[in-house]
């Protein structure tokens, strides 16, 4: 059992930035695959982006990339999201997801990840 706790997020100005931490209880923390998520009011849940989502890498939503960054600490077993050049159609409620690496996941859709984190408004005004 893996449990998530956020932080971070907020009210920020069109072009700023923000840092979304995400904490992770248990020991085996650097074996799961780390996930962000968004949902928008009346929009369904959209991948962010993942880190050690296969062979190591990390994957963008298009619409992000260039401007967001997922890394992780596995000493303080803490994945982040750096959002830079904030847009406000970036307004939504920020998820992050972990679950174990397992073949033939490519870690992009919310089916794809069992434990999450409780979620933290981003609000980018215009």
């Known amino acids: 059992q893996v449990q998530l706790e956020q932080s971070g997020g907020g009210l920020v100005q069109a072009g700023g930035s923000l840092r979304l931490s995400c904490a992770a209880s248990g020991r085996t923390f650097s074996s799961y695959v780390m996930g962000w998520f968004r949902q928008a009011p009346g929009k369904e849940r959209e991948f962010v982006a993942c880190?050690?989502?296969?062979?190591?890498?990390?994957y963008y939503a298009d619409s992000v990339k260039g401007r967001f960054t997922i890394s992780r600490d596995n000493a303080k077993n803490t994945v982040y999201l750096q959002v830079n050049s904030l847009k406000p159609e970036d307004t939504a409620v920020y998820y992050c997801?972990?679950?174990?690496?397992?073949?033939?996941?490519?870690?992009?859709?919310?089916?794809?990840?069992?434990?999450w984190g409780q979620g933290t408004q981003v609000t980018v005004s215009s």
């Open positions: 880190i050690s989502c296969g062979l190591g890498r990390t």
């Open positions: 997801a972990a679950d174990v690496f397992k073949l033939y996941r490519n870690y992009k859709s919310p089916n794809d990840y069992e434990f």
